[in-house]
């Protein structure tokens, strides 16, 4: 078993019938989907909603129920993936392009549990360039607005074309460097107009459970 799957699989264990459980995208939270299936073949009682279509459709084949945002109201636990997360478990996501989405499943839960490899944890996020969702239109002016916070941000590609997020949106994968205020940044690239998101998850997990490759299972709570 890798380390992706180990992390995912523990956080699977905190899910009990009759939950309704958010579904992270990207390769760790593949894992969580996958075995969630499993336990409901096996008789788990669970409604879902999930973060992006991979993930739907990944679900779906595996015949966990899923239901409409107006149908399920707020779900008792998220289980999704990063690409970098903090000691405060402040976290970078985005890699996969679902950041948005993810943003507003995870703030519409009681609970946010991250998983991931050792590779993703960090002293201080960003070496992983953050990705920001911002609309099309304009986006040149976007980006300068993005430049002029210190960054050199460069719209993601999908081969010869821009890469379009399930809502439609291009995603600019901005290279801060050590990031010293993940607020603060935060706050800044929401007061840009063409922003939608931005792939800062600050306050919202409350547990990460991270594989490592000695084959030990990390489960760590904020550092205050
Ligand atoms: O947009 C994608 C998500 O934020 C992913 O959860 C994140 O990129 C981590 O993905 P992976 O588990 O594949 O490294």
Known sequence: ???????????????????????????????AIAKLGERVAEGLRITAVATSVASEEQARGLGIPLLGFGEIGRLDLT???????????????????????????????????????????VPKLGRFPLPVEIVPFA??????AIRALGCTPELRKSGDQLYRTDNGNYIADCRFGEIAS???????LQRIPGVVE????????SLAIIGHSDGRIEVKEPAV
């Open 1 to 31: 078993m890798n380390t992706k799957q180990m992390a995912a699989e523990q956080a699977v264990q905190y899910v009990q019938d009759g939950m309704k459980v958010g579904l992270g995208t990207g390769s760790t939270a593949y894992w």
């Open 79 to 121: 289980i999704d993936g990063a690409d970098e997360l903090n000691d405060r478990l402040e976290l970078i996501k985005g890699g996969g392009g679902a950041l948005l989405r993810e943003k507003i499943v995870a703030m519409n839960s009681d609970r946010m549990i991250v998983v991931a490899d050792e590779s993703k944890a």
């Open 139 to 144: 986006w040149e002016w976007t980006l300068d």
């Open 182 to 188: 993940a607020q603060q940044l935060a706050d800044a």
């Open 198 to 205: 931005h792939g800062l998850f600050i306050g919202i997990a």
